[in-house]
């Protein structure tokens, strides 16, 4: 029997970002979903564990294929999270899984789409110092690639382009342009910090605390800055 007099447990909470892509189709469809299967055999891991909303705003109720959309979506991977832009009632519609939507998100700007495919980079492809473990990879990480590093710190010399991701058990030091989503400190590290030669990054993320694009100082937009963990609160401030 549980003691109903020993004190309640603190229940825990924190808040998360992810970046979702917004897909909007066109008609006509068939020529769309054809333009998408072009995508996805250029870029095979692209779409691969990304939440996608559905935005129907460029369609119409009597969109010729529009029936039969979501289930071409999902049987090409492509994971819906959530629906916008159209309208429950209409009859095409009437048979879809709708997904709830989210209130709120703001927008990112557009994510460019990889011309070929731009697999996980793994750390092999980096030169390891032993005494720091940390992970060099010289050269621009493009849109939908990811570098995993849980080891220690991650350094890129280049830029890192929007839609790319990269995630470091350590500190991430960006000798470039950083527009993509930076996870640093991803064992537990609150020590880990985010640098970057221009900061134009779409998320921040230390030891679990995440900051978005638009919660960073405009003033800081572009130029060099480090990012760092203070009272559980991610603060970015100038490099000098």
């Known amino acids: ?29 068939d ?16 779409f691969v564990g990304k939440p ?38 209409w009859p095409a519609l009437a048979g879809w899984d709708w997904p709830d939507g989210f209130a709120g998100g703001r927008a990112s700007g557009p994510v460019d789409l990889p011309d070929e495919d731009e697999s996980p980079v793994p750390a092999s492809q980096g030169t390891a110092s032993q005494a720091a ?18 080891d220690g710190d991650v350094i890129i010399v280049g830029s890192v382009a929007s839609g790319a991701e990269i995630s470091a058990g350590g500190s991430v030091h960006v000798y470039g342009t950083l527009r993509g989503r930076v996870i640093a400190g991803m064992g537990g590290q609150d020590g880990a910090r985010i640098f970057a030669q221009a900061m134009k990054a779409e998320l921040l993320a230390i030891d679990g605390y995440y900051m978005i694009a638009e919660d960073i100082d405009a003033a800081l937009h572009g130029k060099p800055a480090q990012a760092l963990l203070q009272d559980d609160t991610i603060v970015v401030r100038k490099l000098d």
């Open 1 to 29: 029997m549980p003691d109903e007099s020993s004190p309640l447990p603190r229940i825990r909470a924190r808040g998360r970002s992810f970046l979702a892509l917004v897909l909007s189709p066109e008609a006509a469809l």
């Open 31 to 46: 020529d769309w979903l054809r333009g998408l299967d072009a995508q996805i055999a250029r870029s095979p891991s692209f």
């Open 52 to 89: 996608i909303i559905l935005d129907l705003g460029l369609l119409s109720a009597d969109a010729e294929g529009l029936d039969g959309l979501l289930a071409a979506l999902l049987a090409r991977g492509v994971r819906i999270i959530a629906i916008e832009g159209g309208d429950r009632g």
């Open 133 to 150: 473990a940390s992970l060099i990879v010289e050269g621009p990480i493009r849109s939908g690639q990811a570098i995993l590093h849980p």
